[in-house]
């Protein structure tokens, strides 16, 4: 599997009107969770950055949160913030524009949010024309930063590798609350949190 676990600037210039990272201002870093709300990741998350006293954010799916009302809720009650992931997980590569938006905003019925990050990355610039049309203040989110956690020919000593090498002020780094990722993020979410705290960094939600 092919990924890069640092986002190049060429994409991020070809994709200008996405957000990649933030200022390094404040010596903030920001942890960003896809897929979720999953029954078992989401608590255990929800646990270590509480441990931390660190703030992220979530990235939703939408038929997850219809599923597990309960766990969203505690997201919030956490202080987090959320943004909207698509209600089914679409490729906007491999879906025409019209379905697309339909299923971003199906989860908008359940997800309050202008924060939209598009599943894998993959999202044209009309599809991001039209988000930014159909809801008001829209965000692209992407990051600059893969733990590559979802990556089952890993494990989560690369996980944290891949982070720790790389993370600096301002930085947006991807993990999923999902089961494919599960044992890798169960094993480098702490490393990850605890070298943030060695550091100095003040883990912040978007």
């Known amino acids: 599997m092919f990924y890069l676990t640092k986002t190049p600037g060429i994409l991020k210039a070809l994709y200008k009107s996405c957000i990649w990272s933030l200022s390094p201002a404040g010596n903030k870093v920001y942890l960003t969770f896809d897929d979720g709300p999953h029954p078992q990741a989401t608590p255990y998350v929800l646990d270590q950055l509480a441990k931390y006293n660190a703030h992220a954010t979530f990235f939703c799916i939408g038929k ?7 766990i969203y809720q505690r997201i919030l009650e956490a202080g987090h913030s959320i943004g909207n992931h698509t209600h ?16 971003v905003l199906e989860a908008a019925k359940y997800i309050s949010s202008p924060l939209f990050r598009p599943p894998y990355g993959r999202i044209t610039p009309f599809q991001i024309k039209q988000i930014k049309n159909k809801i008001p203040g829209a965000k692209i989110i992407m990051w600059d930063i893969l733990s590559g956690d979802f990556d089952t020919s890993i494990n989560g000593e690369a996980c944290v590798q891949n982070v720790v090498f790389k993370l600096e002020p301002g930085s947006i780094v991807v993990f999923h609350d999902s089961a494919k990722a599960w044992d890798r993020l169960e094993y480098a979410l702490p490393r990850v949190l605890e ?12």
């Open 195 to 206: 070298f943030c705290k060695k550091k100095g960094f003040e883990l912040a939600a978007i």
């Open 88 to 103: 089914n997980h679409l490729n906007g590569w491999k879906t025409n524009t019209e379905e697309y938006i339909a299923n």
């Open 64 to 70: 997850n949160v219809v599923e597990h009302p309960d």
